[in-house]
């Protein structure tokens, strides 16, 4: 597990040196977990060497939720004034990213 968890945090410490490196406006973890999949994809690590802590961490998924949640606690008072443009915004966009996500998908079965 030691192995496991080394490889998933080095691949973590590589996206945060690219990030302070290059200046991306995206977050290290994100460059992270993507560098981890072109790994896995290229073959230079194999699936069974973070199987075991990708399986840990997803069946833990929901205490990554509890922060967040705890943050919506404790600024409800600052949400409801914006309640309305949220739940809008959350609507429109779910809609347009399933929209465009079955538009890609009809264009790349197409293809295929």
């Not at 443009?85 to 429109?92: K, L, M, N, R, T």
């Amino acid at each position: 597990m030691i192995k496991q968890c080394v490889i998933v945090f080095g691949c973590l410490a590589l996206g945060e040196f690219a990030v302070s490196m290059t200046g991306l406006k995206l977050p290290s973890s994100i460059i992270g977990m993507i560098l981890l999949t072109v790994f896995l994809k290229l073959g230079w690590i194999k699936l069974k060497s973070v199987k075991g802590i990708s399986d840990f961490l997803a069946k833990n998924l929901a205490l990554f939720f509890v922060p967040s949640g705890v943050a919506i606690m404790l600024y409800l008072d600052i949400l409801k004034d914006s309640l309305l443009p949220i739940i809008v915004a959350s609507i429109g966009s779910t809609i347009i990213i399933l929209a465009v996500t079955g538009w890609v998908h009809q264009i790349i079965r197409k293809k295929l």
